[in-house]
């Protein structure tokens, strides 16, 4: 089974609320309210309260998706730290 990460409003801070922000480094939390990184729906584990899935999305020279599906990232690409973060559904 495939299934693209697509950017979706419900991926992008302020288009959903935290249950768990991002707290690792002051870098990381401004990616993404820079919108340079995106938390997807999908859940990394089977419990309610394991975290969700984040991921990058390479754009080109207008803006638009390189890929169609996004990078999941695990760690924050400045601090090294596993990235645990929970947003509200
Ligand atoms: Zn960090």
Redesign the pocket.
Known sequence: MTSAIRISSDHVEGGFKWVKKPD??Q??KNAFEERFIFVASMVDGEEPNDYNLVYIMPLDDTGEPVRKKGIAISH?P??G?GISVRKKI
Do not use: F, G
Request: proline residues 0%; contains cysteine.
């Open positions: 690792c480094c870098q990381l924050c400045w601090c730290t």
